[in-house]
């Protein structure tokens, strides 16, 4: 558990130490340590595919170690020479409160019943699936094209780069990193939300009541700001550290070019229209276009965007994509209603216009344009296509920085005995709400005490794959066993979650069968979809799962769909137990492992 | 001043209608255990073993019954009723799950025009690792009410077979559609047990009368994975 939490740790620091070798403003030299990595670990796998595979991990390692070495010993010199950096003494009290709150936040009431390395995050596993094949030396700027559990590229894969850059140099199994990641991201998306509404706000107070309202305001669909890190989430961060950082500290307009190429790599949709908003904030040093940005009609057109957003549900819903999935994501506008009074509560609406209305009459022209912002963003959010839920990912900042705008309006004549009352009584209200969403996005993946998409069966499952499974070995299961196992094996499956549609009707197609034969033989017609997995293909484990036969006993249609899967665990019946040990007994299967979730046979 | 009252008169609004509707919204209508899971539906009290993939039985007013003498009346009709929910029972439930670690579910039915009764309210609690106990408190019990029948009735795959001799709690073993025992159902020794494999139902019928609460009781024992 330690190592894990430093190796999570490593996802951050092993870029930002590498690029301070060159760059001494921390947000620039993380992306460019970034950048720089990508580029490594596409140059070393090329190298090593001409030479030795196998010497991918120990190249990676060495050239981390050194330079993190030299890195961290220039850092120490530094801070003798020139002193740590000085905090004014309101931004340390508000960070280490934050810190504090947050931490008791997550491991009090977040994860009390998810325990390590439990997940439920159902994209992390496919995440960890990709990065998994990245640590042993298969790279590709296509997602799709390293892992065929990715069947869409929505972005690059510099994510799961940095993703598997610690877990080659802790030399971890990337489940446990990416329980203390979420973690990590937690607490600095807080910490993300208080900068940014101070550089904005110059006001510790405001942006002390922003980060509060971000660490309680959850959107637990499709966007997953603040609890989990994905690309999406990790963009948005990365965008707001950056207007923070262009705000607050001026940086150059020319630093933000590799800050603004990380985040459009790491998710195109989100990360482009992030890259629009920090350019925006960037333009308002240009005093022409600080008068456009901030003038009536931008306001004024946010507010007809916001109508129009509204007005276009009535005519109708739009998937964005052919993927069957965008349709069960047309969500109509009551529904993405409920969803906003269910992450901010009812009351937001309030504080919203209240805070609006605060912001609409201040003289501050950066105030101005994050009100159009948020406005626009929100507009962009509520739209009625499919997927534009995943804009909360950075609505959230900017909803969060009004919001506490708002509690601002209402305290700003009350005296400091009744400021401290009020935010007390406001932290009170959205912890409330906080409770009610988190325990209702978690109850229903209650298992056997646990709150998870995967368990610690099914963990130790993974483990013993791990370990005994002879490389090259393929899993074949129900869409969710393999996303799980996959994630904590590390031993290849056919799409994982997102398996074609041939694998599907081969599994539906020896249901219960007792053609024991047959079933092994339609099993081993099973094939990856890259060349690569297809070429060292060796053994197929057949794993029979409870979920798999919760899964068999779906309808056609939904066992050919990607919605429809078992999100949780199941336990084996005795029924299930009992068409195992026929298996087993016809000698067609070998039974390798076996607990009371699963049991693993490998095909003869 | 004006301006001060104003603001915190808008800030009470705002907390009080945020915090009402966040608790009328809590999901305060399952009993999470490893053993089981117990959920409010539309109409019935559901109950689980540890796979959530389908009901193993339920518990409903409409198949409980108020007997005089040996003739039994359901205590309310199907598709006639009421659900009653109060801000300061999910307030009090969400206190005592946070604070206590006491888990509870509460359904109040009121019945329409053609009941037996007028209000049940049952309550479910965990009494226990595996163990709950339902409590049906009544309102408006027919004087001549002799008896009360709790129902349990089990889903169409499952069945009930008598518990084992060497089991001494008694009762019946219900088991889900892939043969795992989910439960052990039981009554009082006071109390009559009758299984109804051709409906589904295993009912505990309680006797009442003069003296007693109108209020009957049954624990059922959820079988550990």
New interface residues.
Partial sequence: VIIDFFAAAGFYLIPLLTGRLLIRRWLEAWAVGSLLWLAAVFAIAELTSLTNPHLFGDLILSLAVTVLAISIGRLVAFARRAGWPEVSRPTLFATLFLIAFGSALYFGLWIRSTAYPLQMNWDSFEHIALATQITTGHISFFPSQVSDTFTFNSYSTLFHVLLALPGIVFHRRLLGMYWWLNYWHYILTALACFWFAKALLKSTLVALSAALVGLLAFESFVAYETLFLTPQTLAALAAVVAIASATLLETPSRSMFPILCVVLLMHYIVGLVACAIVISFLLLRVATLRRLLTSSPVQGGSVCLLALSLGLHALGAWPLTSREEAVHLLLPLATKAQLLTEWYGIGAIILFAVGAWQMSRSRSDVQHLTLAISMSLIALAMAPLSYLLKFFTLAHYFICLVLACGIYALTQWFSRRGVLLSLGLMTVMFLVVFYRNETYFKEPLYFLGSESNISPAEVQAGDWLSKNAPSGSLLVSDPSTQAVLEAASGVNSQGGPYMSLETRRVLESINRSDDYGAVAERLLTIQDNLAFERQVRTDTLFVLSGRYFAWQQFPSEQKESFYYNIWQPVLLDPGDQGYINGLVDSHKFNLLYRNSELAILRVS | LF??SL??L??L???A???V???D???TD?I?D?AF?ARLENDSIAFFG????SAAFWITPFDDAAYSSSVGAPLMLRNDFTVHTSFLGELLI?GQR?LLGRDTIVWHVEGGAGSTVGDVIYLVSRVGQGRVRVTRTMDQLPTATTAIGQVIRYCDDCVAVAAPQSDSRGGFVIQ?????EIAIVSGPSTSDVHLSPSEHTIEVRNAVGPGRPDRSSQEIEFVT?
Avoid: Q
């Avoid at chain 2, 540890?50 to 993939?53: E, I, M, Q």
């Avoid at chain 2, 889900?176 to 795992?180: I, L, N, P, T, Y």
């Fill in positions: 301006r001060k603001a915190a808008a800030m609004i705002t907390v209608i945020t915090v509707t966040a608790f919204r809590m999901p399952a999470l490893p899971r540890p796979n959530l993939t969400t946070l889900d559609a892939g043969g795992r994975p």
